[in-house]
């Protein structure tokens, strides 16, 4: 069951897949935490986050140590502690973005291609 | 019928009177979930197994096998993201804010099902969104 289920990191994966899992390299979106601190002022990352869309999001820094979780809990860990909110924020900001991005940009696209004989 | 469809419809509550546009979105969803049953390693013998995006908020945890009896057996869970948390819905009315191991183990899914389904069913570049084809080799190691 999920719970008990961990998500195997990178089967097959390519060069750069593998870079994704680095916490040191790039994020989900090819955006660091690093990148992020400069997003408002970095063309290049301001851009890739034109095309998310979701510009304001960027700017929380979330994604920082993107691809590097929080961990388990531990049995010293406080329920409230930043740690685990910052984890929560990150998890929950990660699946509400992809969910965005595959609803309402790529299903769309994908289905207005095979209308037209693509895909 | 194929169990996704079967859920799909247990969940949005619509059932054979779909649009075409529908039916294709239906057929994406599918494509996904292939890849997100993958993403947990083997599937025990006589097990289906789907994990999907269902929609903005919705990704859903669906399992089936057959017990000592021979009986089919479900469980599907229906994770909702929400503000505050994930929000796990479990069939009888169960419901929890997900943290500790599974919060990381469903960040990580989620991760690489993006990854994974931008490269492998919209054959796109999950960093850039650009065409896969349209990327130069030397772009995609540099």
Known sequence: ?119 | MSVIQKTLGLITGKTNGRSSKALTDRQLIEFESAIGRELFGPIPVDHRRDFFCLDETTWVWHEEWRDVDNKVKTSTIRYEVQAGGILKVQPGRVYKYIDGEELENFGTAVRLYYERTMREVYKKDPYTGLPLAEIAPATIYS
């Open chain 1, 1 to 119: 069951m999920f719970p008990n289920t961990r998500p195997i990191e990178s089967p097959g994966a390519t060069s750069r897949e593998a870079l994704t899992y680095d916490p040191n390299a790039l994020g989900l979106f090819g955006i660091s935490g690093r990148d992020i601190e400069q997003a408002s002022q970095h063309p290049e990352v301001a851009a890739r986050a034109d095309f998310l869309g979701h510009t304001t999001l960027l700017n929380t820094g979330l994604f920082d140590n993107a691809g590097k979780g929080a961990g388990p809990q531990t049995a010293e860990s406080k329920p409230d502690s930043l740690e685990r909110q910052h984890e929560l924020a990150q998890v929950v900001t990660l699946a509400w973005r992809v969910g965005m991005r595959l609803v309402q940009h790529e299903r769309p696209e994908a289905v207005a291609k095979s209308a037209s004989g693509g895909v």
